[in-house]
């Protein structure tokens, strides 16, 4: 499915300032956030594309990139991969990212069921690439070469976020413990310690190349293999691609969406073929032998005389695997009779002479047509 305009998502305009954007994301997020919309598959989803488009909007390169180009330019550029991700783990993206602490813990933070973080390694988030493929890669299978950019470790210090010879001091917010109580007597709501999201520990004397945020854009370049009769849509797992986790934690996964080149004169429909080929009329009345196309050049094809329009001849065996049973389809010639606009006079006459030897046995198909109509409009006088 087609994604949507991200400011349409956000229901803002192109010209919307950041402040804008951030306050037109707290309000979609608050509406579909999924404490507030228990069980609602929908709203999560919503929930999930508002995230997504803030992503982009609130990035200043992202976003130039997506004016210019649309959803193709973020191709490449390590965009998170939010359909395969828990909402659960939203709001700390934004906080890593853009830093926006109060403005997250009023969605995420005391209020939000489940979305406290635990301290202690956690697995990297997902990220998300496209790949393009002509029908002749799918029919065959093939290699690829993907480059994008993700969010490493920084290299400089190991994406502790403190610089060489330093370590973390202790959270004077939460007293290192990665919790903060709020209330009193019986009643007390035990949250996640905004100030150092859980760890206990803040950055006292940051790295210098990552600036404390323990990570560093790094391009990557991994190659995939994508099997026979792949969809359009279709996502490519490439295990430990995705970002580094936290503490120590794995990295996440990489998926590979698969997007399908439209072929100039070949359409798929399952693993089958279609190709729609024109020919004249005197061919569908005589016969003809003609070419068609397919993914191997052109083929001949028998067309037999008397061939109507809209009649379809199967070639077995010419169209993509099918991943399941291993089979491969057939392509499905559909035949559109063409007639002539412009006749010369010689043309013109012959085929007067030819309408002169017509007669209601010519055309069986007609008559029936011209009967039945006939007879049902005297029907319904």
Known sequence: MAKRDYYEVLGVGKGASNDNIKRAYRRMAMKYHPDKNPGDKGAEA?????????????????????????????????????????????????????????????????RGRGTSRRAGPTRGYDLETGVELTLNDIAKGIEKTIEFTRQDRCSECGGSGSAKGSKPGRCTTCGGTGQVARGGGFFQMVSTCPQCRGSGQVITNPCKKCKGHGRVPKKRSV????????????????????????????????????????????????????????????????????????????????????TQYGSVFRIKGQGLPDMRTRRTGDEL????????????????????????????????????????????????R
């Open 333 to 380: 010639v559909h035949i559109a009779v063409e007639t002539p606009t412009r006749l010369n006079t010689k043309q013109e006459e012959l085929l007067r002479e030819f309408a002169k030897t017509e007669n209601k046995a010519v055309s069986p198909q007609s008559k029936r047509f011209f009967e039945r109509l006939k007879k049902y409009f005297g029907n319904n």
């Open 223 to 306: 190659n995939i293999k994508i099997p026979p009769g792949v969809r359009e849509g279709q996502g490519i797992r490439v295990a430990g691609e995705g970002e580094p986790g936290r503490g120590g934690g794995p990295y996440g996964n990489l998926y590979c969406y698969v997007r399908v080149k439209p072929h100039e004169f070949l359409q798929r429909d399952g693993s089958n073929l279609i190709a729609v080929v024109p020919i004249s009329f005197t061919q569908a009345a005589l016969g003809a032998m003609i070419d068609v196309p397919s993914l191997n050049g052109t083929r001949g094809l028998k067309i037999p005389a008397g």
């Open 46 to 110: 919503k929930f999930k594309e508002c995230a997504e488009a803030y992503e982009v909007l609130s990035d200043p390169e992202k976003r130039r990139r997506y004016d210019q180009f649309g959803h193709e330019g973020l191709r490449g550029i390590g965009m998170r991969d939010y359909s395969h991700m828990k909402w659960q783990d939203i709001g700390s993206i934004f906080e890593d990212i853009f830093g926006f602490d109060d403005f997250f813990r009023d969605i995420f933070g005391a």
